[in-house]
C-alpha cells in the first residue's frame, strides 16, 4: 500500500545525509536527485529524450500553470502529465501555492526562494511575467482568490481543490496546499502563515485519502517557518506527525542560513521518509542539502540561465557570449559528457547565441542539466563510496559562486 | 576529377524529370532531394539529429548571413561548416547574392522569389529583418556594395569574394555570385541583370577553377531572366555552357509560370548534370519542379511556417492553434512516421503554442520538415516505379494550397 516506496541504502557518518532508492509507479529514482522543472508540461528549449539523455531521473510540472493552460481536466481527459508530454519516467507536481502568490497575486512583491532573489521554481517566460500587473493576496481561512497572470480572471485555489488538480494532472508525486511566505515578512505573520498551512495540510491530507488516487500519487506535506528556528521545528513536527508519504521543506530562508534551517528540519522529519528542498538550487545549496539530509531538489537555474547564456562549468558559471569564447574552438567542458560537450565548440555556441537561434538555448540547457543533476550525482556516489566530504570540498573549492 | 559526380537513373517518360545518384564529399544524395536551410549553421528550433531523422540529405547555409556572423574566416578555422556546425552529411551554400540584394540593401524593395511573396530562401528572424532600415542597392560592375542587416555596417561582395569566402565556409555545393531581379522589374533591366549575372558567372568560375578548392566543392551556376521565356533561354544557354559542376535556377517568377519557366530552362541546360530550383517551395510547386527536371530544392516553408504554428497535413496546412484542436488527442496525422506524430498529439501542440514553449516551433518543425523531405522522396520514387503521374494527381487532388 502507499504509490511510493523508499529505502536508504546508506548514511553519512554523523550526519543527516543519506543515499536511497525512492520507488514510484513510474519507476526508480536513484536519491539524493535533482529534479528537472518542466512547468507547461514542457522543459524549455529541450526534448524529454534530450533530458533523459542528462541523467534526469525525474520531472515536475507546475500545478498553478497546468490548470490555467491547459487545464488539469484537459491533461486527465489526454491519459496524464505522462502521456500528455511523453515523459514516461517518475513525476511531480507542485502545488500550486507558490506560484498563486508569486504569479497570480503578489508577483514581485517579495515572495521568493531566498529575500532578493528571482523566483526559481517554475520556469515561466520572462515576457509572460510582465502580462498582469502584480495584486494583493486575498488569502481567507479557506483558500487563496487569485487573479491568472495570462489574462487577469479571478480564480481560486483551496487545498481541497488543490489535491483534485493535481489528481486529474496525475503527477507519481504531488504536495499539499501551503502558503508561502517571504524570508522578510514580519515574525507574526510568518507564525499564522504556517499555522495556516499545518491546517490546510491536514486538509489536504483528508482530501487525499477520501480519494482513490491515494493509491497511484503520493502526497508531501510542506514544512513552513521561514528563517525562524522556533518556527521551523514546531513546523517539522507538526507536519512530520501527519501521514504523508514524504515531505516538502519550503525554501524561504536566507541563503546563508539554508543548510542550518534544513537541518532543524530533517532532525525531526520521520528519518524513513523522502524529503524534498523546494526550488533550490544552486551547486553550493545542493551540496548543503544533500549533507543534511535533502532526498531530492528542484530548480529551474540550469535551464533559465541557459537561455540566458550562463553556463556551469567547474569553475563556476561563465557568460558564453562574452568575447573570450568566439574563437574558442573546445567544448564548454573537455571531460564532461553532455551532448553539447560531445559535438559542439564554445565559438559555435557563442555564435548561436549572438545569432538569437533557439539551439543556443537548447545546447545551454543540455550541459547545465547534465551538468547539476550530475553534480547531485557525484553527491550521492559520495555517501554511497564514504567519500562525500573529500568531493565536497574538492567541488568547493573550485567552483566560485556568483560568477557570469 | 570533380568534387561531384551525377548518375541519372531513371527518366520520366517523354518529360523532363529523373530520378538520381549525387555523389558529394560528403556522402550520396538521391535526387530529386528537398534541401532544408539552416540559414546561420544551424535549422532553427532543431538539431541535426532531428534534421537527418526527419529525411534530410543535405543541408544549405547561407553565405551572406555566415559572412557576417560569425564570419567565413572563423567557419574556415573552425574546420569548416560541417564540423562547425556538427552536420556530417553533403551541405550547399547559396552565392549571398539574394541576400545581399533582399536583406542587406533593398529589403521589402520588392525582391522575392515569387512577386508579393516573402523571401524564402534564408530563415532569419523577423525581429532581426528589421533592425535596419532598407538602402538601395549600390551595383557596380564589379560588385555590390551594400549595408548589413545587423549593425548597418558598409560590405562589398564581387564575384570573387563570394566565392572565396565560400570556400572559406566549406560546403560541397557553392554557387556563382548573381543579381536578383523582382519578377516585376521592367524588361529592360531583367536584361542588363540578366547580362551582368553572365558575366559574373564566369568570373566566379575562373576565380573557383584558380583555387584548389575546385577539386573539393562544385560550383554551380545560376541561370536567370526573370519571367521572360527569351531571356532564361538566352541564360540557359549561356549559363549551360559553361563549365560549371551544375546549375541554380533563379527563382524569380510569377508563381503559376513556375513549371513553364523551369522547362524553358530544363529544356536547354545540360542533361547530365545536376539542377537546384533556389527557394522553391510549396508542395505543389515541389511536384511542378520535379516533373520538369529539377533535381534539387531549397525552401524556409517547412521550418518558418512551424514556427507560426502552421503545419502540413495531406489536406493542406493547418493552423494548430485553431480551437478546434485544442481537444484533439489524435497526432497531427495517424499514418505519419514522424518522431512528433510518433509522439505527440494535436492538444499537446496547441497547448505548446498557447504557453510560448520552444518546443511547440521544435515539433512542428519536424513535422513540416519530414512531410516536404518524404514529398519529394515519393516523387522520386514515382519516377523510378513509374508510377509519378498518379503519385502527383493523387497528392493534388487533396491538397488544398493556401490553407491556414
Redesign the interface.
Same mark, same amino acid.
Given at each position: 500500500m502507499g504509490a511510493i516506496k523508499f529505502k536508504i541504502e546508506k548514511k553519512l557518518k554523523g550526519q543527516l545525509g543519506r543515499a536511497g532508492i525512492l520507488e514510484t509507479p513510474h519507476g526508480k529514482i536513484e536519491t539524493p536527485a535533482f529534479v528537472v522543472v518542466g512547468t507547461?508540461?514542457?522543459i &524549455?528549449?529541450?526534448?524529454v529524450e534530450q533530458v533523459k539523455e542528462c541523467g534526469t531521473q525525474v520531472v515536475l510540472g507546475n500545478t498553478y500553470?497546468l490548470y490555467l493552460?491547459?487545464g488539469d481536466r484537459?491533461v486527465k481527459?489526454?491519459?496524464g502529465l505522462h502521456k500528455?508530454?511523453?515523459w514516461h519516467g517518475p513525476t511531480m507536481t507542485d502545488s500550486g501555492g507558490f506560484q498563486v502568490f508569486s504569479l497570480g497575486v503578489a508577483y514581485k512583491k517579495g515572495i521568493t526562494k531566498f529575500a532578493k532573489t528571482e523566483d526559481l521554481h517554475d520556469d515561466t517566460?520572462e &515576457?509572460?511575467e510582465n502580462k498582469i500587473s502584480p495584486q494583493l493576496a486575498v488569502i481567507d481561512e479557506e483558500g487563496v482568490t487569485f487573479k491568472s497572470h495570462r489574462d487577469g480572471s479571478m480564480h481560486r485555489f483551496t487545498p481541497e481543490r488543490s489535491i483534485e488538480i493535481q489528481h486529474n494532472i496525475g503527477a507519481d508525486m504531488i504536495f499539499a496546499f501551503d502558503e508561502c511566505t517571504s524570508p522578510s515578512a514580519p515574525l507574526q505573520y510568518q507564525k499564522e502563515a504556517m499555522d495556516r498551512t499545518h491546517r490546510w495540510a491536514k486538509r489536504s491530507l483528508d482530501y487525499h485519502k477520501s480519494q482513490p488516487h491515494s493509491e497511484k500519487q503520493a502526497l508531501f506535506g510542506i514544512v513552513q517557518g521561514g528563517r525562524h528556528e522556533d518556527l521551523r521545528k514546531i513546523s517539522a513536527k507538526q507536519i512530520g506527525g501527519m501521514d504523508f508519504d514524504g515531505f516538502g521543506i519550503g525554501g524561504s530562508f536566507n541563503k546563508e542560513d539554508m543548510g542550518t534551517a534544513v537541518k532543524w528540519v530533517n532532525e525531526i522529519l520521520p528519518e524513513e521518509k523522502p524529503r524534498h528542498l523546494l526550488g533550490i538550487g544552486e551547486p553550493t545549496d545542493l551540496w548543503e542539502g544533500v549533507e543534511n539530509g535533502v532526498d531530492l531538489f528542484d530548480c529551474v537555474l540550469p535551464t533559465r540561465l541557459a537561455r540566458n547564456g550562463s553556463i556551469y562549468t567547474k569553475d563556476g558559471r561563465v557568460g558564453i557570449t562574452n568575447a573570450r569564447f568566439?574563437?574558442d574552438?573546445s567544448p564548454i567542458e573537455k571531460d564532461c559528457g553532455c551532448y553539447t560537450c560531445q559535438?559542439?565548440?564554445r565559438?559555435?555556441i557563442?555564435?548561436?547565441f549572438?545569432?538569437?537561434?533557439?539551439?543556443a538555448?537548447?545546447l545551454g540547457s543540455i550541459h547545465n542539466i547534465y551538468f547539476i543533476v550530475n553534480l547531485v550525482k557525484t553527491a550521492r556516489q559520495g555517501i554511497l563510496d564514504g567519500n562525500f566530504r573529500e568531493l565536497k570540498e574538492a567541488f568547493l573549492s573550485r567552483f566560485r559562486p556568483n560568477t557570469a
Open positions: 507547461n508540461a514542457t &524549455k528549449s529541450v526534448n500553470h493552460q491547459p484537459l481527459d489526454a491519459g500528455f508530454m511523453n517566460n &515576457k509572460e568566439t574563437k574552438f559535438n559542439y565548440s565559438a559555435y557563442s555564435h548561436l549572438r545569432s538569437d537561434e533557439m539551439l538555448g537548447t
